[in-house]
């Protein structure tokens, strides 16, 4: 691979390392092997954490190289910037089990789970008892609450539940009422308020 100073070289490759704001992107300009007025630029650049954030190749003829920079600067200016989004990808940044369907297993697991966390139970209680529902040790379920008192907390307990059943927490709070379930009170039944 041959390297240059200018992008506007017909023959040979041009990549350029660049850091802007804590984010990598490499340029790479080449020429087109089937034309020589034609380079390809592939771009790539990645946040700090390593996730892509750009990535793509433009097809430009070599006399509009010295207008891209403006090209873009003015398709894009700072005030008019689109906002960033989140990744679309599938299952980027959400739980593993997120894409599957509830079994009738998995909506027994947490029921059982929810039932457990009856709140005039004794922390330990309630742990070995989501423990049990979750097939997991009283240890993991300990570990996600941090301290006995977080037993009590509706939300903690959904996020424990959705932690070890690697779901998100809506799921789980979506499926509670479907199981007649109260979601702000977990080890009790939605209609009679029994456990």
């Known amino acids: 691979m041959s390297h240059s100073d200018s992008p506007h070289d017909a023959k040979l490759e041009y990549t350029r390392d660049i850091e802007m704001d804590k984010h990598r992107y490499v340029v790479t300009v080449r020429p087109d092997p089937d034309d020589d007025e034609v380079r390809v630029i592939d771009l790539i650049g990645a946040a700090p954490d390593a996730e892509v954030i750009v990535e793509g190749r433009l097809i430009v003829h070599k006399n509009a190289l010295p207008h891209l920079g403006a090209l873009l600067s003015e398709a894009f200016p700072d005030h008019r910037l689109p906002k960033a989004r989140k990744s679309r990808r599938r299952g980027y940044g959400k739980p593993t089990q997120s894409h599957r369907p509830w079994t009738d297993e998995l909506k027994a697991s947490l029921h059982g ?11 330990q209680q309630i ?3 989501i423990a049990a529902a979750l097939n997991v040790s009283a240890d993991t379920v300990k570990e996600k609450f941090q301290a006995p008192e977080a037993t009590r907390d509706p939300a903690k307990v959904v996020s424990v539940i959705a ?3 690697q779901r998100s927490e809506g799921a789980i709070l979506n499926q509670l009422p479907r199981q007649s379930l109260d979601p702000e009170r977990p080890g009790f039944r939605k209609e009679d308020g029994t456990t």
Do not use: K, L
């Open 113 to 123: 789970a929810w039932t457990a966390a009856d709140p005039g139970a004794p922390a």
């Open 127 to 129: 742990v070995e008892g």
């Open 163 to 165: 932690t070890i059943m």
